[in-house]
């Protein structure tokens, strides 16, 4: 039985899966390491792209958005790829009750995954909203602005700060979304992290909470990972790979029924 054919079998044995996916699961679409060496922190100082420094200065705002500038049209130019539609056809057939995610470029929604089974904990790169009065705003149309020459956007409506979605550095992840992440970790009886190294929290409690609970730890990464010495099976490959090799087993399997627990959050 291959690594892949293993974890196939762990799919099909769960009541409850869950999945983690980061950064690995996008570089494979095409969007960009932003920290590898030659990405745009190499150009950028991370320690300006601060929540403080967005949130206290005209310039702070400005400097985000010259950023933004450049890096959204990569996420926007990006397709699903196959683990994104893997995802999406295992829980079609009742395999996956969610999937918790680091990625901020929507993929898993694009690739058919329903919107309220992806746990956003980093934000979402495609929409942004009036800090003020909350008008929601997507990003294609302030990218639009942008390319006009608007340096700083604000809001038609009122005249506030327009915030992307995404969580910046410094900021704290949307409470309800991190807890509804923790619940379902607990509730999972197979946890699979996909194309995470781990290293940034909550990533490195999440699996740690889901096998506190019971949950079997599977993972899937190019490097190795601080919990893999403690993972029930650790996969050292492409997810991409793995994926469609685990849904190859599964597309052949009889659909699951009645997998989906009634928790379900309603989506906001
Ligand atoms: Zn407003």
């Given at each position: 039985m291959t690594p892949a054919e293993r974890?196939?079998?762990?799919f099909a044995e769960a009541r409850l899966?869950?999945?983690?996916?980061?950064?690995?699961?996008?570089?494979?679409?095409?969007?960009?390491?932003?920290?590898?060496?030659?990405?745009v922190w190499a150009r950028f100082d991370p320690a300006e792209f601060t929540y403080r420094n967005f949130i206290g200065s005209v310039e702070g705002r400005r400097r985000y958005w010259a950023l933004g500038r450049i890096t959204y049209p990569l996420i926007r130019a990006a397709t699903p790829g196959p683990t994104h539609r893997a995802l999406a056809a295992l829980h079609?057939?009742?395999?996956?009750d969610s999937c918790i995610t680091q990625n901020i470029d929507g993929l898993h929604q694009r690739a058919g995954l329903p919107a309220e089974?992806?746990?956003?904990?980093?934000g979402n790169a495609t929409r942004a909203r009036c800090l003020?009065?909350?008008?929601?705003?997507?990003?294609?149309?302030?990218?639009?602005?942008l390319e006009a020459g608007v340096e700083v956007p604000a809001c038609p409506a009122c005249g506030g700060v327009i915030k992307p979605f995404t969580v910046l550095f410094g900021e704290a992840?949307?409470?309800?979304?991190?807890q509804e992440a923790e619940r379902r970790a607990r509730a999972a009886d197979l946890f699979v992290v996909l194309g995470s190294s781990l290293v940034v929290y909550?990533?490195?409690?999440l699996p740690a909470h889901a096998q506190h609970a019971?949950?079997?730890?599977?993972?899937?990464?190019?490097?190795?990972?601080?919990?893999?010495?403690?993972?029930?099976?650790?996969?050292?490959?492409?997810?991409?790979?793995?994926?469609?090799?685990v849904l190859a087993v599964l597309a052949h399997a009889v659909p699951r029924q009645g997998a989906t627990p009634s928790w379900l959050p309603t989506p906001s």
């Open positions: 974890l196939a079998a762990l899966a869950v999945v983690f996916t980061g950064a690995g699961v996008s570089t494979e679409s095409g969007i960009p390491d932003f920290r590898s060496p030659d990405g079609e057939r009742g395999y996956l089974r992806v746990l956003e904990l980093h003020d009065c909350a008008a929601p705003y997507a990003r294609d149309e302030i990218h639009a602005w992840m949307p409470a309800g979304v991190m909550p990533a490195a409690y019971g949950a079997r730890l599977v993972i899937v990464n190019l490097e190795s990972t601080p919990l893999d010495a403690r993972a029930d099976l650790v996969i050292r490959d492409r997810t991409a790979t793995t994926m469609a090799a």
